[in-house]
């Protein structure tokens, strides 16, 4: 079946530690996206990548990075510079066909720093 | 920049009553608009989404919303909540002057639906 996976579900991290989280799709898609997700307050973009090697920031970019050196891969590391990643964090992708398609998304990565 | 207001953090409906869930938009151009559901510890599935075809527009499960332009709303409807309908639910909105209508999509802060018995 396509579609996106996210791993792991539950991660804890130490306070001062990097975290990575993994985003693989098998939908072909051009598009991948970072979103953090915490109550009352909706999802808030990360990053964005349209095209392999090449990402751009979101609106809450500070303390995370990404990297997009595979099409179906964009992994996000949480760094010891995030000062509040508790947090749901879903990964997404999107084809570019040139017509309005929604983003489908993974089922997620909870974040607990202990 | 774009905006989105989802009145009601919190909605109960009776279980057969209908379900309505309001979210209204801020954009300096013709907006491209979705609804995304979610369950709990799950991804965003996508209910429907406006792409300035047809005003009202009908989802999946029994959701449709219409496009009011003049007050700038998109809200969701359901003629009759099922137990299955109790979820949380995300208005989006997104720039169709950029390259593509789905990227950089800007969420409401969500209403989470509660189906009373």
């Known amino acids: 079946d396509g579609g996106i996976t996210q791993s792991p579900k539950y991660l804890f991290r130490k306070e001062g530690q990097n975290v990575t989280l993994s985003c693989e799709q098998n939908?072909?898609?051009?598009?991948m996206y970072w979103y953090r997700q915490d109550p009352g307050q909706g999802l808030r973009l990360i990053y964005y990548?349209?095209?392999?090697?090449?990402?751009q920031k979101g609106d809450i970019a500070e303390g995370y990075s990404v990297s997009r050196e595979k099409k179906e891969s964009f992994p996000l590391t949480v760094t010891s510079a995030q000062k509040n990643p508790t947090a749901f964090y879903l990964c997404?992708?999107?084809?570019?066909?040139?017509?309005?398609?929604?983003?489908?998304f993974g089922q997620g990565t909870r974040l607990t720093v202990v | 920049a774009q905006s989105v207001t989802q009145l009601g953090s919190h909605v109960s409906v009776s279980e057969g009553a209908l379900v309505l869930l309001r979210c209204n938009y801020s954009?300096?151009?013709?907006?491209?608009l979705f609804w995304y559901v979610q369950y709990p510890n799950q991804g965003l599935q996508l209910l429907l989404k406006?792409?300035?075809?047809?005003?009202l527009v009908k989802g999946i499960n029994g959701f449709e919303a219409e496009f009011k332009k003049s007050e700038t709303s998109f809200h969701l409807t359901k003629p009759s909540a099922h137990m299955s309908d109790a979820a949380e639910y995300f208005c989006?909105?997104?720039?169709?002057?950029?390259?593509?209508?789905?990227?950089?999509?800007?969420f409401g802060t969500g209403t989470r639906l509660t189906i009373i018995p």
């Open positions: 997404a992708s999107s084809p570019r066909t040139g017509e309005v398609t929604e983003a489908f």
């Open positions: 939908l072909n898609h051009d598009a």
């Open positions: 990548s349209q095209i392999v090697n090449d990402f």
């Open positions: 954009s300096s151009v013709p907006p491209y």
């Open positions: 406006y792409t300035s075809a047809a005003t």
């Open positions: 989006a909105v997104s720039d169709p002057t950029s390259n593509f209508g789905n990227e950089k999509l800007t």
